[in-house]
């Protein structure tokens, strides 16, 4: 489970994973990424359809949560 693939522009190197139909669940956390809807699409800019992105608070105490869908 990657952490901030879109704040550290890691979340291209996923795709070899998702092609491989490897179950890939990426998290970013809301303190680190300016727009959540934003950190989606660039989930979705990746190719990385098959991925289930989640935004999340941190610490992770499930107050926040979005799915990207």
């Known amino acids: 489970m990657p ?7 890691e979340c291209g190197e996923l795709k070899l994973f998702v092609a491989a139909g490897k179950a890939v669940f990426a998290v970013d956390h809301r303190t680190s990424v300016a727009d959540p809807s934003k950190a989606c699409r660039t989930h979705r800019k990746h190719g990385l359809d ?3 992105g989640l935004i999340k608070d941190e610490p992770p105490t499930e107050a ?6």
């Open 3 to 9: 952490e901030e693939c879109v704040e550290f522009e």
């Open 50 to 52: 098959g991925l289930d």
């Open 64 to 69: 926040y949560r979005e799915a990207c869908a």
